[in-house]
C-alpha cells in the first residue's frame, strides 16, 4: 500500500526564518511527486511536479527536492502570507493521487 | 480561466438524511476527480472519472455514496444514507486529458459537510 507521511506536523517561523519541511514515501512505482498549498477554507493549490531522483524546482521563496525516498521544500525568508498548510501527494498507476496529512506552517511577522 | 466550481459551500443535516453536492471543472478537462477531506488530514479519492466514465471507484463506499458526471462534464456525488463520520470537506478536482502526469489537478474550494 502506498503511504506519505509528512513531518512536521506543524512549524512556527519568524519572518525571515529559512526551514524545510519534509516529505518520505513509500510506494510501487512512482510517476509523480506533488507539492500543494491549502489555505483555510480553500481548495489545494498546486505548487510543483517532480519526476526523478535530483530534480528540483523552485518558485519564489520554495524551492522542491526529490531523492529516492523523500521530497522536501525549502522555505527561504518566509513572510507572513506563506502561512498555510502544505501538501504532499504521490501519483502511482492510474494515476492516483495519495496526500500525506500536510505540514502547518505559520510565519509571525 | 475560470476554476473548478462547487456547490453548495456548506451544507448541515442530520444523520440517515441524504444529500447532494455539484460540481463544474474547468473547461475542457476530460478527468474528474471527487476527494474526501477529513478535518487535519490530506484529501482522500473517493472517485475518478475519464470524460462520462468511472476510471477508479476502489475507494468509494458504494453502499451510501454515488457520483455520475453526465455528458463528460458537471459531475454530483450523493450520499445517501448520511452517517456521523461522513462529516468533512468534499474537493472537486479536474484535469486534462488521462491522468495527472505532466497535468496537475486543480482543486475547487470544496464543501464543508457537518452531520448532526
Known amino acids: 500500500e502506498d503511504q506519505v507521511t509528512q513531518s512536521p506536523e506543524a512549524l512556527r517561523l519568524q519572518e525571515g526564518e529559512s526551514s524545510s519541511l519534509n516529505c518520505s514515501y513509500t510506494?510501487?512505482?512512482?510517476?509523480?511527486l506533488f507539492w500543494y498549498r491549502q489555505d483555510p477554507g480553500k481548495g489545494p493549490e498546486f505548487l510543483f511536479t517532480?519526476?526523478?531522483a535530483g530534480e528540483e524546482k523552485e518558485k519564489e521563496r520554495l524551492k522542491a527536492t526529490l531523492t529516492k525516498k523523500e521530497s522536501f521544500l525549502h522555505i527561504t525568508a518566509p513572510k507572513p502570507e506563506d502561512s498555510a498548510t502544505y501538501l504532499c501527494?504521490?501519483?502511482?498507476?492510474?494515476?492516483?493521487?495519495?496526500f500525506g496529512e500536510g505540514t502547518q506552517l505559520t510565519v509571525n511577522p | 480561466e475560470a476554476g473548478v466550481a462547487q456547490s453548495p459551500r456548506y451544507k448541515i443535516i442530520e444523520k440517515r438524511q441524504s444529500v447532494a453536492f455539484w460540481c463544474n471543472p474547468i473547461?475542457?478537462?476530460?478527468?474528474l476527480y471527487w476527494y474526501q477531506q477529513i478535518l487535519g488530514q490530506g484529501p482522500k479519492l473517493l472517485i475518478q472519472?475519464?470524460?462520462?466514465?468511472?476510471?477508479?471507484d476502489s475507494q468509494l463506499p458504494k453502499d451510501r455514496f454515488s457520483a455520475e458526471r453526465l455528458k463528460g462534464v458537471d459531475s454530483t456525488l450523493k450520499i445517501q444514507p448520511a452517517k456521523l463520520e461522513d462529516s468533512a470537506v468534499y474537493l472537486c478536482?479536474?484535469?486534462?486529458?488521462?491522468?495527472?502526469?505532466?497535468?496537475?489537478?486543480?482543486f475547487g474550494d470544496g464543501t464543508r459537510l457537518s452531520i448532526l
Open positions: 478536482a479536474s484535469s486534462r486529458v488521462g491522468g495527472t502526469t505532466n497535468q496537475p489537478q486543480h
Open positions: 510506494v510501487s512505482g512512482l510517476r509523480g
Open positions: 517532480l519526476y526523478s
Open positions: 501527494a504521490v501519483e502511482t498507476s492510474g494515476s492516483r493521487l495519495t
Open positions: 473547461s475542457g478537462h476530460a478527468t
Open positions: 472519472f475519464q470524460n462520462n466514465g468511472v476510471v477508479d
